[in-house]
């Protein structure tokens, strides 16, 4: 083949190009320790990298549900675990004060316990975690029970329950129905307002006996009231574990997930470095080897 | 013939020849770095014998010509080439730039938007009555909107680029074809005195070459030597001296059209029938590529304001209004967060029940559950694989419009290089080449001066 020196350059012109472009590839790798620095570095591998970052979106959002549902599940047990104390102390009175031989003075002191207990069962059953009343269904902004001076309870709030998506399609729902546990909610139950009202009316009773019988009417009802609320604490229980087992699982997943964009995503420095310094050393030779050849003519050499 | 005289002829045959060479050699050198230059030769013959009865005695050298060493079927293939070249290049760049609407490499883009809206929903399922939480969905679906209609924005910005830079080749375009007929008629009038027009015919070469990588162009050349050009169809560019000058219209997409003159003054549209050089690229990457990346995008959209509207208007706001859209528009040229939303995130309807419930959310999971129903391309995809989808198609279609520049480019290279090596100029030859001549210049003004002496002595006899 005849060859010119326009071949020569032109040869030496565009694979300096390339060697350039592959450096200058590589130095945006090593300074964003990325390997896709753009779609068409590896559209492939962007679309799994973008898909990935959705999933660990969607994950950091479930973990954030799944704590927002352990702290409502604590919340709503530790609330429990006072109305318990509470109606415990309750039933102790209905039993310590149910003979007749226990004087009105006496009664009327343990009504005004009673009534004590009553209130603070009443503003337990009002708690609010972040703003919004837990016991009254989805009218998370209406107090959940009221109390006329009767100690007569009422019941603001609607059936609604608390949800926390914890997975695709999949939620753990918190029973939000203030009647299902402070009153004979769907499934019966005990109202624990009203045995608490008939003790106190019983403590108040000016008849005695009739008051003692009215009395001791409401000890069975409050050990009632005391197993329906173990009841709903146990509820929470499983559902605690359910919550902590999916925010496992999605620390597992997460990491898996993170690792995968890492292996599409990150650059392996070491190895572009190396790249890098073997780029160089072919380009440092292609212009050494320019210098050399592109000098030589017959111009030299003729006198 | 064959006295003295002769010899002197011979000799004065020979210095003007070598000179003449000598000038082909320099004018050769001289256009070494001229694109598109061929080298030309100095075509050499011996002069008429004549019989002197001891055999025929030669009478010198003469020249044949200048001609320029070339192989005329490559010049179609480089022509082709290069429109190729001149596609897959413009098609790169234009794409580039779509490419860079669709940075997600760091992690700001339509699909970190998609996430964030989705997300901002999910907290709205666990307090819907927050306030705060209702102010970040407003923001998210704000942002979502936002970022649809600034790429569908950007995308048109790119087309409109596109636009302008066809409105600048069109004027490349009817400058070379003028030239190219302007060459023509110089080249028929030289080579009607028998004489090759070198030059001209390899800044005409030169002038195709670069039309090629504008627009493909046919070309032939007719019997005279004149060629003529014609575009997509048949569509004549140049016949001889005369040209057909291309303009642009505006479509009815608001974009820039290619129309060609018919006889009858018409204006004919041949944008769809370029399909390669620069224009070609450029046009494609407008129309199908970018085109078709904006209807994706609306089509995602469409499908998102469609699905998230109807749940959301069914639902109720924590005031108890329902019926209200959460994204108001078409499409994604013009989608946007419903205003009324802005000013009042109550009126954001995460329940579904009626009147204003603050604790139901049963709308918000609704609308959160969206994000993995299969609701784009008949049912298939999810919101975020379309979105997803939609980036990674980009990338393919830079990266495909890389590889085949960088190929093409290639066969430019090994084109190009095979035409140098028939039509370059090589120093070191024309060096060789001009001592050769020199030597042989040498040697005639000897054989002159040995000629004189002769004819010297020949006097001296006389005298």
């Known amino acids: ?303 | 013939m064959t006295d003295l005289f002769g010899v002197l002829n011979i000799g004065t045959s020979a210095l003007l020849f070598q000179q003449r060479a000598i000038n082909v050699t320099g004018n050769n050198i001289a256009n070494v770095n001229t694109p598109g230059y061929s080298r030309q030769r100095l075509n050499i013959e011996t002069g008429l014998p004549v019989d002197t009865g001891s055999g025929l005695i030669g009478t010198g050298v003469r020249s044949a010509g200048i001609e320029r060493v070339y192989d005329r079927f490559l010049g179609v293939q480089l022509n082709e080439e290069n429109a190729n070249l001149g596609r897959w290049e413009a098609q790169q760049s234009m794409l580039e730039r779509a490419e860079a609407v669709f940075d997600e490499s760091e992690g700001y883009g339509l699909n970190q938007a998609l996430s964030n809206f989705w997300d901002s929903w999910q907290d709205l399922t666990l307090n819907p009555s927050g306030q705060t939480e209702r102010s970040v969905a407003a923001a998210t679906s704000q942002t979502l909107a936002d970022t649809i209609r600034q790429r569908y924005a950007e995308l048109e910005q790119a087309q409109e680029n596109i636009d302008a830079s066809v409105e600048g080749a069109v004027d490349d375009i009817n400058r070379l074809t003028a030239e190219i007929a302007d060459l023509n008629q110089k080249i028929a009038s030289t080579e009607r005195t028998g004489v090759n027009a070198n030059d001209y015919r390899d800044s005409r070469d030169q002038a195709l070459k670069e039309l090629s990588g504008i627009i493909a162009v046919n070309s032939y050349e007719d019997a005279e030597g004149q060629v003529a050009v014609s575009v997509g169809s048949g569509k004549p560019l140049v016949e001889s001296g005369t040209t057909w000058q291309l303009s642009v219209q505006t479509n009815a997409d608001g974009h820039t059209d290619i129309v060609w003159p018919n006889l009858n003054g018409g204006m004919v549209n041949i944008t769809g029938e370029i399909t390669a050089g620069k224009v070609g690229g450029w046009l494609q990457a407008r129309d199908t590529k970018i085109e078709g990346y904006q209807n994706d995008l609306d089509a995602l959209a469409q499908a998102l304001m469609d699905e998230v509207n109807t749940l959301h208007a069914a639902g109720y706001g924590l005031d108890g209004t329902t019926g209200t859209d959460l994204f108001t528009g078409t499409g994604a040229v013009d989608m946007t967060l419903n205003p009324d939303i802005l000013n009042d995130p109550n009126l954001i309807a995460a329940s579904t029940a009626l009147g204003g419930i603050p604790g139901n959310a049963d709308n918000a999971i609704a609308i959160n559950a969206l994000r993995t129903r299969l609701t784009m391309n008949g049912a298939t995809t999810t919101f975020d694989d379309a979105a997803n989808t939609l980036v990674s198609r980009i990338g393919y279609d830079v990266q495909a419009a890389k590889a085949s520049a960088s190929n093409q480019a290639d066969m430019m290279t090994y084109l190009e290089n095979y035409r140098e090596s028939v039509s370059g100029v090589s120093l070191d030859e024309e060096m060789v080449n001009l001592v050769k001549f020199q030597a042989a210049y040498d040697a005639a003004a000897k054989m002159i001066s040995m000629a004189d002496e002769m004819l010297d002595s020949l006097m001296s006899i006389v005298g």
């Not at chain 1, 708690?127 to 019941?155: M, V, W």
């Not at chain 1, 769907?186 to 003790?199: C, P, S, T, Y």
């Not at chain 1, 599409?264 to 572009?272: G, P, R, S, Y």
């Open chain 1, 1 to 303: 083949m005849r060859i010119t020196q326009a071949m020569m350059s032109n040869t030496f012109v565009s694979n300096l190009r390339r060697q350039t472009e592959a450096m200058l590839q590589r130095q945006e790798q090593i300074a964003t320790q990325k390997r896709i620095n753009r779609p068409s570095d590896d559209p492939a591998g962007m679309g799994r990298v973008l898909a990935g970052r959705s999933t660990l979106a969607a994950i950091a959002q479930y973990s954030d549900n799944i704590k927002q549902g352990v702290t409502r599940l604590e919340f709503s047990e530790e609330t429990l675990s006072l109305v318990d104390d509470l109606v415990r102390q309750a039933r102790g009175v209905a039993e310590g004060k149910n003979a007749d031989g226990v004087t009105a003075e006496e009664r009327a002191l343990a009504a005004e316990q009673v009534k004590e207990i009553y209130d603070q069962v009443l503003q337990l059953a009002n708690s609010k975690l972040g703003g919004r009343y837990i016991f009254s269904g989805n009218q998370t902004d209406t107090e959940a029970f009221t109390r006329d001076a009767d100690y007569n309870a009422t019941y603001n709030g609607d059936d609604g329950s608390f949800r926390i998506p914890i997975a695709e399609n999949v939620e753990v729902t918190v029973d939000a129905d203030g009647r299902n546990y402070f009153q004979d909610g769907a499934d019966g139950g005990v109202n624990i307002f009203d045995e608490l009202r008939d003790l106190i009316t019983g403590l108040e009773d000016t008849d005695l006996a009739a008051g003692s019988a009215q009395i001791r009417a409401t000890i069975d009802a409050l050990e009632d009231a005391h197993v329906q609320i173990m009841n709903k604490r146990s509820e929470g229980g499983p559902k605690l574990y359910r919550l902590q087992a999916t925010e496992a699982h999605w620390t597992n997943v997460k990491n898996v997930v993170q690792d995968a964009i890492g292996r599409e995503d990150e650059v392996d420095v070491a190895q572009a470095i190396i790249e890098l310094q073997n780029l160089q050393t072919a380009y440092e030779s292609t212009m050494a080897a320019a210098s050399q050849i592109l000098r030589t003519s017959l111009v030299n050499f003729l006198k």
